[in-house]
């Protein structure tokens, strides 16, 4: 008789491998080589250490892709590059604005390949970044931010950002810019997504400095 036990080990490797195959759409080996570029601001292996710029480690993948290929259709406007000719898509990415003076030198490089792969690496760090401090109760708000960053500031969703652990001064720049980019006439202002602007436009300054707070002294993972 056929002994079949080889085969259906073969068959559970396989089904055990495969969500970490379909996760990883870019290569995170040939993302870790190309991160050396980021280390100095985005520290080893994507645990920021510098006040204000955003930890990368355990960062959500669809997330992270969009949001390089925003900087650097940004960055290549910035450098003159092909402004005349701009596909719908280009359009829509520079609608973001998210273009960073400090982050487009390091951006308008990139190829898709390359915004994967990095893409990939980092979404597969673990993050251990150092507590800023014992964790707070709950502002009121949180409530409504749960509903798309989860419970304790991480998802499942990759088309939304973590944002446990996330740099405090970090997280409060970006609410900001949501909120001046719905306060500013005529649609300017910095860093446009519409479904976060709907939800900072009614919160304080001070709303905005505690909620980042909260967050930013939950464990990132
Ligand atoms: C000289 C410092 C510096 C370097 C080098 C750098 N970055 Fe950044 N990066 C920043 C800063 C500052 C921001 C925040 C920009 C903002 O406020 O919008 C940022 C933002 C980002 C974001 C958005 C994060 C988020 O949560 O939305 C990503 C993704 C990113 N960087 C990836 C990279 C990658 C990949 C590299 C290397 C190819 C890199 N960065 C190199 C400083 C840097
Ligand atoms: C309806 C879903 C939704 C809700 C509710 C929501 N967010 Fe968001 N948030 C998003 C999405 C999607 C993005 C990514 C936007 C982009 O692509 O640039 C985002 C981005 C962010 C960012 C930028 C993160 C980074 O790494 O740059 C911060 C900070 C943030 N949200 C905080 C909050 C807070 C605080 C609340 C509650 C007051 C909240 N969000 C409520 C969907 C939501």
């Known amino acids: 008789m056929r002994d079949w036990r080889p085969c259906a080990i073969l068959i559970l490797l396989a089904t055990l491998l495969l969500p970490q195959i379909v996760h990883a759409q870019g290569d995170p080996s040939r993302g870790a080589q190309l991160s050396g570029q980021c ?3 985005h520290g080893d292996a994507g645990e920021n250490r510098i006040e204000g710029f955003p930890n990368l480690a355990n960062q959500n993948y669809n997330y992270l892709v969009k949001q390089l290929r925003e900087i650097r259709t940004s960055a290549r406007e910035r450098y003159g590059e092909a402004t005349r ?8 990415l520079l609608r973001a604005k998210r273009s960073n003076e400090i982050m487009d030198p390091f951006v308008v490089e990139l190829s898709d390949e390359d915004i994967h792969d990095l893409s990939a690496y980092y979404a597969d760090q673990a993050c251990n970044a150092v507590m800023v401090g014992a964790p707070l109760p709950a502002p009121k708000i949180e409530a409504r931010c749960q509903v798309c960053h989860g419970k304790f500031g991480i998802t499942k969703n990759s088309n939304i950002p973590n944002i446990a652990g996330q740099d405090a001064l970090y997280l409060e720049q970006q609410l900001l810019n949501f909120k001046t ?5 005529g649609g300017a202002g910095n860093r446009r997504a519409g479904i976060m602007e709907s939800q900072v436009r009614m919160l304080s300054d001070q709303d905005i400095k505690d909620i980042s707070l909260y967050y930013a002294r939950l464990p990132c993972r």
């Open 39 to 41: 280390e100095e601001c």
């Open 85 to 92: 000719q701009q596909s719908a898509e280009a359009k829509a």
């Open 181 to 185: 980019a719905t306060e500013m006439a």
